[in-house]
């Protein structure tokens, strides 16, 4: 065979070989989706910077931001499968993985880290009249969407003051959406349970003088008594430009797996975040408060990749 035909056979071969065994030598990109919640509040923005950080540090990734019913549905959905990584409160989060309700099994989540405080904006215009929480019987309050924190919150909050939702008309729709309905006149009072601040409560106080509802510090250590996973919150004045401090209560917020990811991913997953903190800090002015000395605790037991992370950086034993 001469040179010329030994070169076209060889190339031949090469093509089939390629065509035939096309992933030969090559790593599969490994396609994942991060459960978020509705437009407008922060788990979209904190969750479209861990994907970016993700894809950035743990090469073969392709990892997509979901927008979701929120903190109560997210467990649901990395416990079933449907989700690989998603943000939840701690108060859900610990609910889901022992069974607790709302829930009605325990759910096979696990922690990467915790990550920094929701806050829960009570709000209304300024001229609603509404000044406390019990002003707000008979009156038109959204909710945020069916399976977010933000009602879950409310229920437990509400009784601790003598309410109910019951006492209420709750519009169960997403943040953004309940903002242009109290400046528009549809809603009287929004609950949104979000990182501050945050862009719905932002947008309203553009267009609306707004108020926040008052809730005395004897009910929110009631309430942090009653739940410890919750915290007692203040939002500064200049957020959103109120006459003083606001007191409010929070929630911590936690990035959850399903405890079969591979602890190898999981690993990298935790260092592509939380061993990138600078980073993470500016994806959203709530995460300016993420902290690796303050990532493992979670109410929700690590991942062994996570625990195995934090071990190598000393943050744990």
Same mark, same amino acid.
């Not at 945020?144 to 019951?166: E, Q, Y």
């Not at 929004?190 to 719905?200: D, I, R």
């Given at each position: 065979?001469?040179?010329?035909? $030994?070169?076209? =056979?060889?190339?031949?071969?090469?093509?089939?070989?390629?065509?035939?065994?096309?992933?030969?030598? %090559?790593?599969?990109?490994?396609?994942?989706?991060?459960?978020?919640?509705?437009?407008? +509040?922060?788990?979209?923005?904190?969750?479209?910077?861990?994907?970016?950080?993700?894809?950035?540090?743990?090469?073969?990734?392709?990892?997509?931001?979901?927008?979701?019913?929120?903190?109560?549905?997210?467990?649901?959905?990395?416990?079933? +499968?449907?989700?690989?990584? &998603?943000?939840?409160?701690?108060?859900?989060?610990?609910?889901?993985?022992?069974? /607790?309700?709302?829930?009605?099994?325990?759910?096979?989540?696990?922690?990467?880290?915790?990550?920094?405080?929701?806050?829960?904006?009570?709000? =209304?215009? !300024?001229?609603?009249?509404?000044?406390?929480?019990?002003?707000?019987?008979?009156?038109?309050?959204?909710?945020?969407?069916?399976?977010?924190?933000?009602?879950?919150?409310?229920?437990?909050?509400?009784?601790?003051?003598?309410?109910?939702?019951?006492? *209420?008309?709750?519009?169960?729709?997403?943040?953004?959406? &309940?903002?242009?309905?109290? !400046?528009?006149? /549809?809603?009287? &009072?929004?609950?949104? %349970?979000?990182?501050?601040?945050?862009?719905?409560?932002?947008? %309203?106080?553009?267009?609306?003088? *707004?108020?926040?509802?008052?809730?005395?510090?004897?009910?929110?250590?009631?309430?942090?008594?009653?739940?410890?996973?919750?915290?007692?919150?203040?939002?500064?004045?200049?957020?959103?430009?109120?006459?003083?401090?606001?007191?409010?209560?929070?929630?911590?917020?936690?990035?959850?797996?399903?405890?079969?990811?591979?602890?190898? $991913?999981?690993?990298?997953?935790?260092?592509?975040?939380?061993?990138?903190?600078?980073?993470? !800090?500016?994806?959203?002015?709530?995460?300016?408060?993420?902290? $690796?000395?303050?990532?493992? /605790?979670?109410?929700?037991?690590?991942?062994?990749?996570?625990?195995?992370?934090?071990?190598?950086?000393?943050?744990?034993?």
């Amino acid at each position: 065979m001469n040179k010329k035909a $030994l070169l076209i =056979t060889s190339g031949i071969f090469l093509l089939i070989a390629v065509l035939v065994f096309p992933a030969a030598g %090559l790593a599969e990109t490994k396609k994942m989706t991060i459960g978020t919640a509705s437009m407008g +509040g922060a788990y979209y923005p904190v969750g479209t910077g861990i994907a970016s950080l993700i894809n950035k540090y743990v090469p073969g990734t392709d990892v997509r931001v979901e927008v979701t019913g929120g903190a109560v549905e997210n467990p649901r959905l990395v416990g079933g +499968g449907e989700t690989d990584l &998603a943000i939840t409160n701690a108060g859900p989060g610990f609910a889901a993985y022992k069974g /607790n309700k709302p829930y009605p099994k325990s759910y096979p989540i696990l922690s990467l880290g915790y990550m920094y405080p929701s806050t829960l904006h009570m709000v =209304t215009r !300024q001229d609603s009249g509404i000044k406390t929480l019990k002003g707000l019987k008979g009156k038109r309050v959204g909710c945020g969407v069916a399976g977010g924190g933000t009602i879950l919150m409310m229920k437990r909050l509400f009784p601790l003051i003598g309410m109910s939702i019951k006492d *209420i008309k709750p519009s169960y729709i997403g943040y953004k959406d &309940a903002s242009l309905a109290v !400046q528009d006149g /549809n809603l009287d &009072a929004t609950f949104v %349970l979000a990182g501050a601040p945050t862009s719905a409560i932002m947008e %309203l106080g553009m267009h609306r003088p *707004i108020r926040f509802i008052d809730i005395s510090k004897k009910t929110v250590d009631l309430f942090v008594e009653k739940y410890p996973f919750y915290t007692g919150v203040t939002i500064p004045k200049d957020y959103y430009k109120t006459p003083g401090d606001v007191l409010a209560v929070g929630a911590g917020n936690l990035l959850i797996v399903n405890k079969d990811m591979d602890e190898e $991913l999981a690993y990298k997953i935790t260092a592509a975040t939380f061993g990138h903190v600078a980073e993470f !800090q500016k994806v959203h002015p709530s995460a300016k408060v993420i902290s $690796l000395k303050t990532a493992p /605790n979670s109410p929700v037991p690590l991942h062994p990749g996570a625990a195995r992370f934090y071990k190598e950086k000393g943050v744990i034993k």
